[in-house]
């Protein structure tokens, strides 16, 4: 059963960097079926997604976010991480790792329990 | 970029009700949507991929249909843990994929 495990501060002061690591486990990171993504969801709102990340490095992000984020991966830790900068109270959030079947019509099949991220001094 | 809206806002209902929740994408996607489900608290999870397919462990009272604009959840007979908020979400190519605002099912 595949697992994923997001891991990183809860509280992140505005203008730094958030950073969040989220584990695989019960698979490989390396498979070429998948994409992985990082997707957030602010208190009582709706689900936006950040981006995604393939095996081999390539990336894509959402435009609204893209002048902030990386996302990278550790195919050797079965790790992806994200890389958000210049926080604000904003992107106070819920942020989900997922796993993104990309075999025939993409979906996000398998999901972190999630992490709360607080933007405050 | 896609966006998407979903109809009602708000559904309540009783159980053994059916419920359909109604959502719309700005442009044709042909059948790249997908449904989730979520509880307080949890991740989404999902139920429907590609517009019609089940996702594996999901009760057969779930079911969707559509192509191009207009998708429908059909849940056929409500049952208590079914009270959930419910989002759509386009996977259409490229990214950014986006999801609708979700419909919030409660009880009547």
């Known amino acids: 059963q595949v697992q994923l495990q997001e891991s990183g501060p809860g509280l992140v002061k505005p203008s730094q960097t958030l950073s969040l690591t989220c584990t695989v486990s019960?698979?490989?990171?390396?498979?070429?079926?998948?994409?992985w993504s990082w997707i957030r969801q602010p208190a009582g709102k709706g689900l936006e997604w950040i981006g995604r990340?393939?095996?081999?490095?390539?990336?894509n992000y959402n435009p609204s976010l893209k002048s902030r984020v990386t996302i990278s991966v550790d195919t050797s830790k079965n790790q992806f991480s994200l890389k958000l900068s210049s926080v604000t109270a904003a992107d106070t959030a819920v942020y989900f790792c997922?796993?993104?079947?990309?075999?025939?019509?993409?979906?996000?099949?398998?999901w972190g329990q999630g992490i709360l991220v607080t933007v405050s001094s | 970029d896609i966006q998407m809206t979903q109809s009602p806002s708000t559904l309540s209902a009783s159980v053994g009700d059916r419920v359909t929740i109604t959502c719309r994408a700005s442009?044709?996607?042909?059948?790249?949507l997908n449904w989730y489900q979520q509880k307080p608290g949890k991740a989404p999870n999902l139920l429907i991929y590609?517009?019609?397919s089940l996702q594996s462990g999901v009760s057969s009272r779930f079911s969707g249909s559509g192509s191009g604009t207009d998708f429908t959840l059909t849940i056929s007979s409500l049952q208590a843990e079914d009270f959930a908020i419910y989002y759509c979400?386009?996977?259409?190519?490229?990214?950014?994929?986006?999801f609708g605002p979700g419909t919030k099912v409660d009880i009547k």
């Open positions: 997922a796993r993104e079947d990309i075999q025939l019509r993409p979906y996000f099949d398998y």
């Open positions: 019960g698979g490989s990171i390396n498979s070429g079926n998948y994409c």
């Open positions: 990340i393939y095996f081999s490095g390539s990336t």
């Open positions: 442009q044709s996607i042909n059948t790249y």
């Open positions: 590609a517009a019609s």
């Open positions: 979400q386009q996977s259409y190519s490229p990214p950014p994929f986006t």
